[in-house]
């Protein structure tokens, strides 16, 4: 294990010290990359490219588009070890658990809410839009505040609860959440296309009545511009 190396807390630290940009929060997203892929090669266990596609997504949530009552959680989450390092990152959970990724009272190798930093466990794929309308119900009862993110594999879309829940929560008016989905092309280890190509997915969420955008999640500058 001699020639594993991370980026050590202070690092991000210093990153977070100054005005928050673009270019700061693509510095801060690619040391959370090479975290998350230390964490990964020591587990010897993980998802590179699920974490390592969505990674710059949440690192400019986290850093920039995020207020204190918003949440955001992954609904394919395969890609928990980039989010680990993130939160890592902004001292959301201790830092040193990144050693310990998929080891006995470390790090689950899929999101779990035993991590206190965590708002939901992924559980089966295709349920994060139902979730995210669970969370808003919630708190429009408590009288809350906040938007809620969640986050989608392209893979996923191939499970049908989320075509259930897409329409009605349009239909409820539920503008509080904003659905990313993570176009890869790739679902464990073949091609989307070739397993069931999702098509024009802009196309159809709009036909479900949401508001739809296309966007590069490595270009931080776009992110921004949404």
């Not at 010897?44 to 699920?50: F, L, R, T, Y």
């Not at 959680?73 to 989010?83: E, I, N």
């Not at 259930?164 to 659905?179: F, N, R, V, W, Y």
Request: charge should be positive; hydrophobic fraction near 45%; charged fraction near 25%.
């Amino acid at each position: 294990m001699s020639d594993l190396v991370y980026i050590p807390l202070k690092e991000f630290q210093r990153l977070r010290a100054g005005k928050m940009d673009e270019g700061r929060a693509a510095v801060f997203a690619d040391a959370a990359r090479l975290n998350a892929l230390y964490a990964i090669k020591r587990a010897n266990s993980g998802h590179i490219g699920s974490s390592f596609s969505s990674l710059d997504i949440v690192t400019w949530l986290h850093l920039v588009e995020m207020g204190p009552e918003d949440v955001y959680f992954s609904s394919k989450g395969h890609d928990v070890p980039g989010l680990y390092a993130v939160l890592a990152g902004l001292e959301k959970m201790p830092f040193e658990k990144l050693h310990q990724l998929r080891r006995l009272g470390g790090l689950p190798g899929h999101p779990d809410v035993a991590v206190s930093a965590l708002a939901a466990n992924t559980g089966s794929l295709g349920m994060g839009i139902s979730k995210a309308k669970g969370i808003v119900w919630a708190r429009r009862f408590q009288k809350k505040s906040g938007r809620v993110f969640v986050l989608i594999g392209d893979g996923e879309l191939q499970e049908g609860q989320i075509w259930e829940s897409l329409p009605q929560a349009a239909h409820l008016k539920m503008g509080e959440i904003t659905a990313i989905v993570d176009a890869n092309k790739i679902q464990s280890d073949l091609w989307v296309s070739k397993v069931n190509d999702t098509g024009d997915v802009v196309a159809k969420a709009r036909a479900f009545g949401w508001h739809a955008e296309r966007v590069n999640g490595h270009d931080f500058k776009a992110l921004g511009s949404y």
